[in-house]
């Protein structure tokens, strides 16, 4: 006859247990968020910034600072943001840029809150798979690629959505379902497209808790409803009345030649291409397995139905948001499986934390923190002592029109325009990056933005042109 030995977890151990727990998710986070921040701030220094959205956040950012209506000038003058999308979120930084006015603080903000979604990945895969194969799971999840990528693009309001998504579906998988849905109803006021992610999102805590809590599940099935109705709400009343056109202008990004479903054909290798990025190192296909994956749908849906072949890429910031969908469904399936009859399948299932792992490590050699520590300040061609001699001829509260490298370092103290969208405002400078072109080109093209208005060089370094309007 057999004996088995119960040895009782003392009080003490569970508390050493749980500080000890609580200290690596706190080391998480903080490394990653240095990880995150050096790999935009190294960006921003080097004058790399790849597109105007910095620009244009800060310029949002800097109007909610200051008291104003959130207006972005690059977009053209007295451009109220809530004209192309609706994100009020971006008003929780106010207070912070009122301190510290500087597009690197939106930058720093949006590591922090990054680095924060891999608190509940964590957290969860730790208490359902265990520590070890939990932790794989936390780090992998903090080097993915679609988030890396996002920090990599300089900044975006969905930094925001990363982490409400990922907290949301913490408490899902805790079955805390209400607390679930709370979380998930702040994404409507992060940006448009959003509302339709949260409406998936209660849909599935309306499945997930069909057979613990069927009022809840009523009560999630009536919210994803709810959710559908603000989309329409925001997309077809409040984005057309703050825009001059009067419409929601990213219809005609599906509405295009082609038309919706057919549309959904168009750049078919490169959806799938993205899809399989999606699916295989995020998740080893597993998350196939968990209805938790179907909160992925709509971010898809709309990219892969648009006409705009940027949606359809591995590349840029649009894969962060799915980032945390498809590490909590890897990990349900995990659970899942285990109840299977199928023992290879189990054991796929064990060693896949781990695989996962790896192949973040190995994908991370050829992405933004593993180009930053390979390359360092090299990382990019610009001089930004150059760049900084150059913009120091633009004064403060000038009229100025940007290009990429130069926008985000004068929207904190310049009324900035983008070339050729200044509606009939003539801005006194213009500061632009255009290392292949002379004097007699910068100077033409500043008077094809400007008719009738001449301007002269201040200064060139390197390829930074600050001009001076003398008429």
Known sequence: MS????????????????????????????????????????????????????????????????????????????????????????????????????????LVAQAALFALSIVPVTRAATRLLGDTRGRSVGVAYGLAWGVQRAVDFDFHEICFAVPLVA???????????????????????????????????????AWLARQHDKRFARVAGVSAVLFVVAWFCITLL?????????????????SGDVGFPASLLEGWDEKFSTALWLLIPTTG?????????????????????????????ADWHYNAVLMPILTFAMVDAIVRVRATRLSWLRGYASHLPGLVLAAAVALTVTLPIGKQIQNGSDRFQQDPEAASRVLAMIPDGATVVANNST?????????????????????????????????????????????????????????????????
């Open 285 to 313: 296909l597993l998350a196939l397995r968990s209805p938790v994956l179907l909160a992925v749908l709509p971010t898809l849906g709309w990219r892969f139905a648009s006409l705009e072949e940027h949606y359809w890429s």
């Open 167 to 205: 907290f949301a579906l913490e408490a899902a998988l805790s079955q805390r379902w209400w607390r679930a849905l709370l979380l998930t109803a702040p994404l409507v006021l992060v940006k448009d497209d959003l509302a339709l992610t949260g409406a998936a999102i209660a849909l599935v805590l």
């Open 3 to 106: 004996t088995t030995t119960f040895v009782p977890t003392t009080a003490a151990g569970s508390d050493r247990r749980a500080v000890s727990n609580q200290a690596v998710l706190f080391l998480l986070w903080a490394a990653f968020f240095a990880c995150y921040a050096w790999i935009s701030l190294a960006r921003y220094a080097g004058y790399a910034s790849m597109s105007f959205d910095l620009g244009i956040f800060e310029q949002v950012v800097r109007s909610y600072a200051e008291g104003r209506t959130p207006v972005a000038d690059l977009l053209g003058p007295g451009f109220v943001i809530f004209g192309d999308h609706f994100s009020p979120a971006l008003a929780l930084l106010a207070p912070l840029y009122f301190l510290f006015p500087s597009a690197q603080t939106l």
């Open 407 to 471: 926008i985000a370092h004068l929207t904190g103290r310049c009324r900035v325009f983008w070339p050729g969208n200044t509606d009939g405002i003539v801005p006194d400078y213009v500061a632009i990056y255009e290392p292949d072109k002379t004097a007699a080109d910068v100077r033409e093209e500043a008077a094809e933005w400007n008719p009738g208005t001449t301007y002269q060089v201040l200064l060139e370094d390197s390829g930074f042109w600050a001009l001076g309007r003398t008429t």
């Open 238 to 254: 409040v984005i057309p009345s703050f825009n001059a056109t009067g419409e929601y202008r990213y219809w005609d990004k599906i």
